[in-house]
């Protein structure tokens, strides 16, 4: 399956070790994966944490909360890029759909996505280079997270998983919902440019994400708790051109 999955793979070898439950490696040019398998079901908090915020249909996510088994991939290859070993992990994710796997979880993203978006029948001939540079950061790579704070109106949303990139998560205060799709874009081409270009982007900094919109960058504040984390997070508030010019 790994050596169908696109024509630069077809050295591609898997070794499995018949005496545990489930453990295995894949591998390609610079690439290890390390596959380990329990008969148990996944840890239900990490779950949660994956799937509810997750954007696809609520019956794929009731399959994924009721799996029995899980497998676990770790990339152990010598490609230094982030970016690199998130597609062969998303590789070997297509390949063990094929074997009846239901949902992949990127637990540093807060995300998920059905196993089947990774097989190589969807993605066609260039399935290397959709996972690259066609599909979106924030499908799963990096976390795109829509959540409701008590007593506070509209909905935060916000990216998780970026500092696996070296890169900032952004979060934005948007009026509602149907906002998601916008920030989701924004996002998403903010951490494509700052991925591919290497530039920085700090607090206080202002960049044009539309024909007359800018995006200003601050620091959260001392009481928006719910943006802590590990990683360094930037607030995005959106103006018009005129608003940023005036300050």
Same mark, same amino acid.
């Given at each position: 399956?790994?050596?169908?999955?696109?024509?630069?793979?077809?050295?591609?070898?898997? /070794?499995?070790?018949?005496?545990? !439950?489930?453990?295995?490696?894949?591998?390609?040019?610079?690439?290890?994966?390390?596959?380990?398998?329990?008969? #148990?079901?996944?840890?239900?908090?990490?779950?949660?944490?994956?799937?509810?915020?997750? *954007?696809?249909?609520?019956?794929?996510?009731?399959?994924?909360?009721?799996?029995?088994?899980?497998?676990?991939?770790?990339?152990?290859?010598? !490609?230094?890029?982030?970016? /690199?070993?998130?597609?062969?992990?998303?590789?070997?994710?297509?390949?063990?759909?094929?074997?009846?796997?239901?949902?992949?979880?990127?637990?540093? @993203?807060?995300?998920?996505?059905? @196993?089947?978006?990774?097989?190589?029948? /969807?993605?066609?001939? *260039?399935?290397?280079?959709?996972?690259? /540079?066609?599909?979106?950061?924030?499908?799963?790579?990096?976390?795109?997270?829509?959540?409701?704070?008590?007593?506070?109106?509209?909905?935060?949303?916000?990216?998780?998983?970026?500092?696996?990139?070296?890169?900032?998560?952004?979060? @934005?205060?948007?009026?509602? *919902?149907?906002?998601?799709?916008?920030?989701?874009?924004?996002?998403?081409?903010?951490?494509?440019?700052? %991925?591919?270009?290497?530039?920085?982007?700090? @607090?206080?900094?202002?960049?044009?994400?539309?024909? #007359? #919109?800018?995006?200003? %960058?601050?620091?959260?504040? !001392? !009481?928006?708790?719910?943006?802590?984390?590990?990683?360094?997070?930037?607030?995005?508030?959106?103006?018009?051109?005129?608003?940023?010019?005036? *300050?």
């Amino acid at each position: 399956m790994l050596r169908n999955y696109h024509s630069s793979m077809k050295q591609a070898m898997c /070794e499995l070790v018949p005496e545990l !439950d489930f453990f295995g490696l894949a591998g390609w040019g610079k690439h290890v994966i390390s596959m380990v398998g329990f008969k #148990t079901p996944y840890p239900q908090e990490s779950i949660e944490q994956c799937v509810a915020p997750a *954007h696809y249909p609520q019956e794929v996510k009731e399959q994924v909360r009721a799996t029995s088994a899980n497998i676990i991939l770790y990339y152990k290859g010598y !490609d230094t890029s982030p970016l /690199e070993q998130y597609v062969a992990l998303a590789v070997v994710a297509g390949a063990l759909s094929n074997m009846g796997a239901v949902a992949v979880l990127n637990e540093s @993203a807060h995300t998920s996505l059905p @196993a089947g978006v990774f097989k190589s029948q /969807e993605l066609g001939k *260039h399935s290397l280079e959709m996972l690259r /540079e066609g599909f979106p950061l924030t499908s799963l790579f990096c976390g795109f997270v829509k959540y409701e704070v008590e007593d506070i109106e509209g909905v935060w949303m916000r990216t998780y998983g970026a500092d696996c990139f070296g890169l900032p998560d952004f979060a @934005a205060h948007a009026q509602g *919902h149907h906002e998601g799709q916008k920030y989701s874009d924004i996002f998403n081409n903010v951490l494509r440019y700052l %991925l591919e270009s290497g530039a920085e982007m700090a @607090a206080g900094h202002t960049m044009q994400v539309g024909k #007359t #919109t800018f995006m200003k %960058l601050r620091d959260p504040l !001392d !009481d928006e708790y719910y943006l802590q984390g590990s990683g360094t997070i930037l607030v995005v508030e959106l103006v018009e051109e005129d608003e940023c010019n005036a *300050h």
